[in-house]
């Protein structure tokens, strides 16, 4: 039989990261074994369920690139028009619960009480056989054994999650329910439920939770947590998949960087690691700055466009060509495209906008620096063509002359150009300024050092 797995988000809020390491889990077991990845928008809480956290869901599912196989197409416009199929919404099987409840009804399986419908749930403790955990007993709380039986009708006629899940798990063929383990307590419920249908239940994995760094238990709210900010952030997409895929599993040696085919080949769910895994945003961060240094140049420029827009940079007011390369002094250093701002929005913001560092300036615009750095001027101006690497000969054959270090003609100019003492190549950034831009900031920085000396005098 092949193998069917699934996801069943709830959409009341941002996808966690919980949740997406839950589809990914699940779409490379279905990868792995070549069977299929079912989504299904567990949406029957009409109180806490939005549009827009479904919405969330399959852009966050689509960004990961965790493509789903199967459901019913639905009227979700960008589904369509990219040629997806389903997802399934519970809300749209309520006929489905029904008629599983009225077997259960029949059969004296479950009963009316208060007006809801309540599951006859077995007094015995129940095995629960895990592929991860291994085999774990759930004996009945304290609280059950004086009231075992569960709602799976509410009064309003609404059936409960632990119905519909179970439901939907046999309808759909579900072969291996792939779960946090927070999900564990509810598993014996879902067994019993299985067996009074007379149903085979799927076989279980549930996966260790993932805590913050201090091993507290992690929240919607905790640093990371929510995919959208990955998206908005404009984190690489398949960094993020690298990094959850080692978030509860590992190939056995220990590297960090994972290619997602061999991902593939090698996931199965005995090798899910037992223990809590622990969130650790430097080493994402760590492995972003890597895949984003290996995006193609034009992925690459697309989002640094997107963040540079997102962050406010009016691009319209620039050249195309200007912006261009601008951008490409960029790759590189950059752990998060969104550092760009930091890193390179000198590019994009008139000299008078330019953050200065105060405590560099007083540094390196200094009288001591003032010959050099006009003798350096001098020979920009005398320059025949305005290029990166005659920028960088003039600087060494400034500084021959002068017997300084190039240092000594590097710090104090690139302060004048960018306002700090990092950045893009120094003879590049120069080249896209261009050398009308460049020469004003340099006279600029030339005054600073006479006043230096004034006041000093
Ligand atoms: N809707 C449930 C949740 O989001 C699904 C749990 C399951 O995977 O069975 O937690």
């Given at each position: 039989m092949s193998t069917r797995v699934r996801f069943a988000p709830s959409p009341t809020g941002h996808l966690h990261i919980g949740g997406a390491r839950t589809a990914l889990f699940n779409w490379l077991y279905a990868r792995h074994?070549?069977?299929?990845?079912?989504?299904?928008?567990?949406?029957?809480?009409?109180?806490?369920?939005?549009?827009?956290?479904?919405?969330?869901?399959?852009s966050s599912l689509r960004w990961l690139g965790l493509d789903w196989d199967e459901g019913p197409v639905s009227g979700d416009a960008t589904a369509s028009a990219l040629g997806d199929k389903g997802p399934y919404f519970q809300s749209q099987r309520q006929s489905i619960y029904q008629s599983h409840v009225q077997r259960l009804l029949s059969e004296g399986k479950a009963y009316e009480c208060d007006g809801a419908i309540k599951f006859r749930m077995t007094r015995e403790a129940v095995i629960i056989p895990d592929l991860v955990c291994g085999d774990v007993t759930r004996k009945l709380t304290d609280r059950?054994?004086?009231?075992?039986?569960?709602?799976?009708?509410?009064?309003d006629g609404k059936p409960v999650f632990h119905l519909v899940n179970v439901v939907d798990d046999l309808e759909m063929g579900i072969t291996h329910v792939i779960r946090g383990e927070d999900h564990l307590s509810n598993t014996s419920k879902h067994i019993a439920l299985c067996n009074a249908l007379g149903a085979n239940c799927p076989r279980y994995a549930h996966i260790p939770l993932i805590l913050n760094g201090d091993g507290s238990k992690m929240s919607k709210r905790d640093m990371g947590a929510s995919m959208s900010n990955y998206m908005e952030e404009g984190f690489v997409p398949e960094a993020v998949v690298n990094y959850l895929c080692l978030l509860g599993w590992s190939p056995k040696d220990d590297r960090?960087?994972?290619?997602?085919?061999?991902?593939?080949?090698?996931?199965?769910?005995?090798?899910i690691l037992r223990h809590n895994a622990r969130f650790d945003m430097d080493k994402l961060v760590s492995l972003n700055g890597h895949y984003l240094a290996g995006l193609d140049a034009e992925r690459y420029h697309q989002?640094?466009?997107?963040?540079?827009?997102?962050?406010?940079?009016?691009?319209?007011?620039?050249?195309?060509?200007?912006?261009?390369?601008?951008?490409?002094?960029?790759?590189?250093?950059?752990?998060?495209?969104?550092?760009?701002?930091?890193?390179?929005?000198?590019?994009?913001?008139?000299?008078?906008?330019?953050?200065?560092?105060?405590?560099?300036?007083?540094?390196?615009?200094?009288?001591?620096n003032h010959d050099s750095t006009k003798a350096l001027r001098d020979g920009l101006a005398d320059m025949?063509?305005?290029?990166?690497?005659?920028?960088?000969?003039?600087?060494?054959?400034?500084?021959?002359?002068?017997?300084?270090?190039?240092?000594?003609?590097?710090?104090?100019?690139?302060?004048?150009?960018?306002?700090?003492?990092?950045?893009?190549?120094?003879?590049?950034?120069?080249?896209?300024?261009?050398r009308k831009r460049v020469i004003a900031e340099i006279d600029k920085a030339l005054a600073c050092m006479l006043n230096q000396r004034d006041a000093e005098s």
């Open positions: 074994t070549g069977g299929l990845f079912v989504l299904r928008i567990e949406d029957t809480d009409d109180v806490r369920n939005t549009q827009e956290a479904v919405d969330v869901i399959l059950e054994e004086r009231d075992p039986d569960f709602v799976i009708v509410r009064s960090q960087r994972l290619d997602l085919k061999e991902v593939v080949s090698l996931f199965d769910l005995p090798q989002l640094a466009l997107n963040t540079l827009a997102r962050k406010g940079v009016q691009l319209d007011n620039h050249d195309s060509s200007y912006v261009r390369a601008a951008v490409e002094t960029t790759p590189g250093k950059l752990k998060k495209i969104s550092e760009i701002m930091d890193y390179a929005g000198f590019y994009f913001c008139s000299p008078e906008e330019i953050s200065r560092d105060a405590d560099a300036s007083a540094k390196h615009l200094v009288f001591t025949d063509t305005f290029v990166a690497s005659e920028i960088q000969g003039l600087f060494k054959s400034v500084a021959k002359t002068l017997g300084v270090k190039v240092g000594a003609l590097v710090h104090p100019v690139r302060l004048a150009c960018t306002g700090k003492t990092t950045g893009p190549s120094l003879y590049h950034l120069m080249e896209v300024l261009g």
